[in-house]
C-alpha cells in the first residue's frame, strides 16, 4: 500500500490497519518457525507498511498537538 493510499484513510482505518498488518507480521514469524514459510520477502513488505501506517499517524498527531 502507498503512502498516498494511507493518507486518504482516516486514522481509526490506520488503526484497524495497522493491528491487521502487526497480526499478518505475527504470523509470518510463527511460520517461518514451523518451516511453512516461502516467500520470506513478505517479512519486509509488511515491516515496511506497518511503519508507513505508523509515521502517518504521528505526524498527525503532532500536526493536532501543534494547533493546540
Known amino acids: 500500500m502507498t503512502a498516498n493510499e494511507l493518507r486518504a484513510k482516516s486514522s481509526e482505518e ?21 518451516g511453512q514459510l516461502e516467500d520470506t520477502s513478505q517479512f519486509k513488505k509488511v515491516g515496511k507498511d506497518i511503519a508507513r501506517i505508523r509515521t ?13
Not at 498488518?21 to 509470518?28: A, D, I, S
Open 56 to 68: 502517518i499517524l504521528r505526524l498527525r498527531e503532532l500536526d493536532t498537538e501543534e494547533s493546540l
Open 14 to 34: 490506520l488503526e484497524h490497519d495497522l493491528l491487521d498488518r502487526k497480526e499478518t507480521l505475527f504470523n509470518l514469524k510463527f511460520r517461518r518457525t514451523l
